[in-house]
């Protein structure tokens, strides 16, 4: 019954994976670039979520909307003062700033006197709390993971099919010229992209924070999102969950049957199949470009 233990815990962990990848896929949909500060972005997330909770004192179901709104408001800002200026530039352009974004952001938190440097302990109502279920004891806290992943993607689902800023974001996401002609707001829709992408990045750090520990290098954890997106399909978003919970299951499993040392690279391992499997992911659109 030990497997079950480690199959919940991969599918929580895979779920965090898919939360951040979601961002990488929001934004790649949107401006057709990879933003590789998800990561750090989650970081910062779960440092408003800290402060909220033990500096202001704040009851957790107030800090969480509050910091998933903080975090929204944030990567707004972020698209429209930082990012925008520079939409039109290569691809490559973009993809580098990014980066030193996630950097200045670690950066910034790194250097907050006593607070950058230290290890944060996230202290939820729900805190090693465990469910019996016969001979297994499952963790409480993976098992909100996987629920709040699977709620907020209803709400996703529901934004994308029924709303007319969801209709109007994947109109702009499947061409953005033709989207500006009939009338879209491009611009003001990549602006709300970030904000949406940041919340849930905020929301994958309000998630993990119980489970591990509030750091300035959590962000790293990016790192094994993007494989998630590619395995998945970096144009979809369902495949980002789906990318998520392979590359999660996969890595539990390998830390619990192979030795010490697998875990760590499984996740690249299931991308380099995934590549020369099926090099557009599982749910990617085969796209031709003519030259």
């Not at 094994?224 to 590619?230: M, W």
């Amino acid at each position: 019954m030990q497997v079950l233990q480690v199959l919940v815990s991969g599918i929580a962990q895979g779920c965090i994976y898919g939360l951040i990848a979601l961002g990488f896929v929001l934004i790649y949909k949107a401006s057709e670039a990879v933003s590789f500060a998800q990561g750090e972005l989650m970081m910062l997330g779960a440092f408003i979520g800290l402060g909220l909770l033990t500096a202001l004192g704040l009851p957790f179901w107030i800090v969480v909307p509050a910091a998933i709104a903080a975090m929204a408001v944030f990567g707004m800002l972020l698209e429209r003062l930082v990012i925008r200026p520079i939409l039109g530039q290569p691809t490559f352009s973009i993809v580098m700033l990014t980066i030193g974004i996630g950097y200045v952001l670690r950066g910034l938190v790194t250097m907050l006197p006593g607070v950058g440097t230290e290890t944060y302990t996230f202290r939820v109502p729900y805190k090693d709390a465990t469910l019996p279920l016969g001979d297994v004891v499952l963790a409480v806290e993976q098992l909100v993971v996987i629920a709040a992943t699977a709620i907020l993607c209803g709400l996703l689902y529901l934004l994308f099919s029924r709303s007319k800023v969801g209709v109007a974001m994947q109109a702009s996401s499947q061409n953005q010229l033709a989207a500006y002609y009939m009338g879209i707001p491009v611009k003001r829709l990549n602006t709300w992209v970030w904000g949406l992408a940041s919340a849930v990045a905020a929301v994958a750090g309000l998630l993990l924070a119980p489970i591990t520990f509030v750091h300035a290098n959590m962000g790293f954890i990016g790192l094994k999102a993007f494989p998630a997106a590619v395995v998945g399909g970096f144009g979809s978003l369902p495949g980002a969950i789906v990318g998520g919970l392979i590359v999660g299951v996969v890595e539990s499993m390998a830390g619990f049957y192979l030795p010490e040392g697998f875990k760590d690279v499984a996740a690249y391992v299931v991308v380099l199949v995934m590549l020369m499997i099926k090099p557009n992911g599982l749910f990617g659109e085969n796209l031709r470009k003519k030259v």
